[in-house]
């Protein structure tokens, strides 16, 4: 299964352009949920394997298994299937941020008080959703025109899994990030990828229908803000 995956599935990493607050500190590995919520288009282990090597492009270590369901803060940063997700939403990065301070002595014309300093933003802990209304494609074939494909989808969330500093991608760019993904597209690499209606698009479908012409379903970034922190003083 692995080798065939492999042999499909070929990651090409784009940059893209930072958002207004980087956090310095993230989750840098995740488990995986294979046996809760998996639909019926989707096989556990399949997803499984298929989540261990993508995530490996990414360079995110997998530290096995996990019953925690993506999107509850449980203290587990899982990646898994979700039914609580938006209609319209295929997938989901779902994060708990903070911001940290430190107190500083601070003097003004001899006038001196304590105020707080900023320090940096982390993720605290960060979830991997994917939607169970879809009808999926496992890979590492194409997905056909009635089908969303599960390996971009993967590659996509995993991608802000690794840097959640990215932002997504405008369609048409060649990101894996790209903001939103139509049935019967896919993104496997920078020259395997296909969007509707990009004229830059390196790849082609064996075949349309209408549905493949329909607008999108789209990607969210979900953002639970937790309390700030304050650091010892100083």
């Known amino acids: 299964m692995t080798a065939a995956l492999a042999s499909g599935l070929v990651l090409a990493c784009t940059a893209g352009a930072a958002p207004t607050e980087r956090f310095?500190?993230?989750?840098r590995s995740a488990s995986i949920n294979s046996s809760s919520d998996i639909p019926l288009t989707v096989d556990g282990e399949h997803f499984e394997t298929l989540t261990t090597l993508v995530a490996g492009h990414w360079q995110i270590p997998i530290?096995?298994?996990?019953?925690?369901?993506?999107?509850?803060r449980d203290g587990i940063d899982s990646i898994g299937f979700s039914s609580t997700l938006p209609e319209n939403v295929l997938g989901a990065y779902i994060y708990w941020p903070r911001r940290l301070y430190r107190m500083q002595r601070r003097c003004v014309h001899h006038v001196c008080k304590r105020v707080r300093r900023y320090v940096r933003s982390e993720v605290a802990e960060a979830d991997v959703a994917l939607s169970t209304a879809f009808p999926w494609n496992e890979g590492p074939a194409y997905p056909g025109p009635e089908q969303i494909d599960l390996p971009t989808v993967e590659f996509h969330e995993l991608g802000h899994f690794h840097d959640p500093?990215?932002?997504h991608g405008h369609?048409?760019?060649?990101?894996p990030l790209t903001e939103?993904?139509?049935y019967g597209e896919w993104w496997?690499?920078?020259?395997d990828w296909y969007e509707q209606y990009c004229t830059n698009t390196p790849s082609k479908p064996a075949m349309r229908t209408a549905a493949s012409l329909t607008p999108g379903p789209i990607f969210a970034r979900v953002v639970h803000p937790l309390p700030d922190r304050l650091l010892r003083t100083r």
Do not use: H, I, K, Q
């Not at 310095?24 to 989750?27: L, V």
């Open 63 to 72: 530290d096995g298994e996990t019953v925690a369901t993506p999107g509850n």
């Open 188 to 191: 496997r690499s920078r020259s």
């Open 24 to 27: 310095t500190r993230f989750p």
């Open 171 to 175: 369609r048409c760019s060649g990101s």
């Open 180 to 182: 939103s993904l139509g």
């Open 165 to 167: 500093n990215r932002p």
